[in-house]
């Protein structure tokens, strides 16, 4: 096995190394994030759950205490209409006015609760603007070691061309190579012929090397 290869193998290693590390670092971040924002949903649900619960018992209790109070005021309506009893229908529509005034007032406390506990941060939106921000700082990192990856992938060859090639070059066009090719024929001419030659040869012509 030859030197670059021995190389190319130790820095693929290292590569491999390398993206093991951040898939590692990349699952333990978004556990982390994960369990973060299951925590914080399960908190933002349970506190406003009992307020809520009780909220909504309010609401039932003002639609059964309506109903009851509008089905006391028809009766003591058809009792005017039969009986002609406006004394009685008087003294129903005032409580039922009064009943409602109380059921009102009591909708109106329930509509503040509620408007309270779902204002109460943080919200869902601000836990998951939280965790979107918090992401992006990840992935910041995450991107800096994949930057290290993608470095040690391009170390793997040296574009460079090695260094036995540059002596072999400079030994084909340095030590009269295009002198022994010229024979006899030293004409100044003739002896640029050889060297153009052995350059295109060599792929030196090629305008990459240029």
Do not use: C, F
Not at 39 to 47: F, K, N, Y
Not at 110 to 133: C, G, H, N, W, Y
């Amino acid at each position: 096995m030859g030197r670059h290869e021995r190389a190319a193998k130790t820095t693929l290693k290292e590569a491999t190394a390398l993206a093991s590390g951040i898939i590692d670092s990349v699952r333990h971040d978004l556990r982390r994030e994960e369990t973060r924002l299951e925590q914080e949903m399960r908190d933002r649900v349970e506190a406003v759950q009992d307020i809520l619960n009780e909220v909504a018992s309010i609401q039932d209790a003002i639609s059964a205490g309506s109903t009851e109070v509008r089905k006391d005021l028809e009766r003591a309506r058809k009792k005017l209409v039969k009986n002609g009893d406006r004394e009685m229908m008087s003294t129903q529509i005032i409580g039922a006015a009064n009943r409602l005034g109380e059921l009102r007032l009591l909708h109106l406390d329930s509509v503040k609760r509620t408007q309270a506990i779902l204002a109460r941060p943080p919200s869902a939106v601000d836990i998951i603007e939280r965790l979107t921000k918090d992401l992006l700082k990840l992935s910041g990192s995450w991107e800096s070691s994949a930057r290290e990856i993608d470095e040690a992938i391009a170390d793997v060859v040296d574009i460079n061309p090695p260094i036995e090639m540059i002596e072999l070059s400079r030994e084909l066009n340095n030590n009269g190579y295009d002198l022994v090719l010229a024979g006899d024929n030293r004409d100044p001419e003739n002896i640029e012929i050889q060297r153009n030659k052995i350059r295109e040869m060599t792929g030196e012509e090629n305008p990459d090397y240029s």
